[in-house]
Nanobody, 128 residues
């Protein structure tokens, strides 16, 4: 059983940067991949990025790759989402998700169904 805890959210102004953290506990070494999703008010949950724990292979959504990056620190069992040039449209609850199953994961890598562990989320608000 994995436990994920997000942190680093807050209220910022347009153009600011934020770095979100996702701390994994339980059996973190069994994690295969971690992803970030976000859900804006009144909208469906949206994929942001994923990273594979073992080799660092990663992917960031095309719409965000110029401003967002994902990284990891295996020694700390922590995963990060660096966000720059934040816009009002980035306002959302940001969720960390993980999977310990890799059999057919690639087909669902950018979908909620690809992950079986979820954090509680951290709020990011971008406004002037």
């Amino acid at each position: 059983q994995e436990h994920l805890k997000e942190s680093g959210g807050g209220s910022v102004e347009p153009g600011d940067s934020l770095k979100l953290s996702c701390a994994a506990s339980g059996r973190p070494v069994t994690i295969f991949a971690v992803a970030w999703f976000r859900q804006a008010p009144g909208k469906e949950r949206e994929f942001v990025a994923y990273i594979i724990r073992s080799d660092g292979d990663l992917y960031v959504s095309n719409s965000m790759k110029d401003r967002f990056s994902i990284s990891k620190d295996n020694a700390r069992n922590t995963y990060y989402l660096q966000m720059t040039s934040l816009k009002a449209d980035d306002t959302a609850i940001y969720y960390c998700a993980a999977t310990d199953s890799y059999g057919d994961w690639h087909a669902s890598a950018a979908k909620e169904e690809g992950y079986n562990y979820w954090g509680q989320g951290t709020q990011v608000t971008v406004s002037s």
